[in-house]
Every structure is written in structure tokens, then in C-alpha cells.
């Protein structure tokens, strides 16, 4: 697709379950970039990958939280046994490698995720 | 902690008027970003400056930034109501402690009536 796609958009789960959530980058895109936002409040770093690498995981609330990229492609963040302050929109983002800088990010439209 | 900060957190006008948001940041940055957000949305990308730019234009929208007082504002003329939405200031640091990572103020939210 032309931009960053996610899913699932909207995920109700109880308190306990593990839940994954996907990103879809920009074909190309070899930065990518999960933020987690709570009702309205701004980002909050989670992971950033370079590749299949992530320099830095500093923004992961738990080890709770993990997250992979296979392929230089698709990311998933996985929560595992969620609590209810994980409620929240998770956001994805990609970005062309721009060199020693971050370019313009490129942002899915998020998964809300509400923990019961 | 958030590297960058927006001033006011909210912001009501009426159409026509100009807009005016600041961000003040903490580190040296390689750029500094603008995006916008409408409610529910993602967030979309407005402006991009470099630390050695000091006044970018796109549009309605004037971005200025001052690294000596590692501050930025964000003008929006003539606002017109579709310009409601939430306005996010972003930081590139690239420090040994945020390599590679974009970090965000909590934002201005923006009323425009018509």
C-alpha cells in the first residue's frame, strides 16, 4: 500500500491476554518507529528500528513489551499479560533512511487498545 | 521525559486570525519538526528545520528556530476552521542517549471557529 498500515485498528481485551499488534511500513522505509499515546496526551517513545536492529529499546515501559522487525519490513509489538494502564493508541511510523538524521515520518493511523 | 514542549497547550481563535505555538527543547538537535494531528488520526507531517535554518515557509505556515534559546514557534495565518486539530513540536537529538529517536511534546490544541 502507499502508506503505513496497521492492525488491528481497534483491539478490547481483558486484563492478562497477550496481544500483538502489526505495522506495515513504507515499502523502503528502512526506519521504523512505535509510540505509544494515551487520551490526550502526547507520544511516548516505545522502540525504534533500523533494519532489523533497534538501537534503542530505552522507551519500552516493561519487559512486558517486546517488539521484532523480520525482513526489513513488517514490526510487531507484542504486550504480554496487559494491564489496564496499557491502554492506549499504539502508533507506528516509517522514515527513509535519511542519513545522520531523522527525515519526515510517515504515521499509520494507530491500533486503540483497550484493556478490560 | 519529553524533550520538547509546546506553549499554550490550547489555544482558541477565530477564523481568519493568525495562530501562534512555541516548543522549547532541552538538548542540541539536528532538526526540529512540526506535525498535526486531528482528533482520532495519525499524525501527519507539516514542516521540517534544520538546526542551521533559522525561518522556514510552507504555505500558511512559518516555522522560526532559535537554537541559541532552544526554542521554535509554529504560524499558522489566516486560520481557517479545518486548521482545528493538535499541533506536536518533534526533536532529533541523536545523543548517545536518543540515537535515532524522534521525541515529541505533549502538544497545542488548536480551536478555530468560524
Known amino acids: ?116 | 521525559s519529553q524533550q520538547g514542549e509546546e506553549d499554550p497547550q490550547a489555544l482558541s481563535i477565530q477564523e481568519g486570525e493568525n495562530a501562534t505555538m512555541n516548543c522549547s527543547y532541552k538538548t542540541s538537535i539536528n532538526n526540529l519538526q512540526w506535525y498535526r494531528q486531528n482528533s482520532g488520526r495519525g499524525l501527519v507531517h507539516l514542516i521540517l528545520i534544520r538546526s542551521n535554518e533559522r525561518e522556514k515557509h510552507s504555505g500558511r505556515l512559518r516555522v522560526t528556530l532559535d537554537t541559541s534559546k532552544k526554542s521554535s514557534s509554529l504560524l499558522i495565518t489566516a486560520s481557517r476552521a479545518a486548521d482545528t486539530a493538535s499541533y506536536f513540536c518533534a526533536t532529533d537529538a541523536w545523543t548517545t542517549d536518543s540515537w535515532g529517536k524522534l521525541q515529541f511534546g505533549a502538544g497545542t490544541q488548536v480551536v478555530v471557529t468560524p
Not at chain 1, 20 to 49: K, M, N, V
Not at chain 1, 75 to 101: H, K, P, W
Open chain 1, 1 to 116: 500500500g502507499a502508506g503505513v498500515s496497521q492492525s488491528p485498528s481497534n483491539k478490547v481485551t481483558e486484563k492478562g491476554k497477550d496481544v500483538e499488534l502489526r505495522c506495515d511500513p513504507i515499502s523502503g522505509h528502512t526506519a521504523l518507529y512505535w509510540y505509544r499515546q494515551s487520551l490526550g496526551q502526547g507520544l511516548e517513545f516505545l522502540i525504534y528500528f533500523q533494519g532489523n536492529s533497534a538501537p534503542d529499546k530505552s522507551g519500552l515501559p516493561s519487559d512486558r513489551f517486546s517488539a521484532e522487525r523480520t525482513g526489513g519490513s513488517v514490526s510487531t509489538l507484542t504486550i504480554q499479560r496487559t494491564q489496564q494502564e496499557d491502554s492506549a493508541v499504539y502508533l507506528c511510523a516509517s522514515s527513509a533512511d535519511s542519513g545522520f538524521a531523522t527525515g519526515e515520518l510517515f504515521f499509520g493511523e494507530g491500533s486503540r487498545l483497550t484493556v478490560l
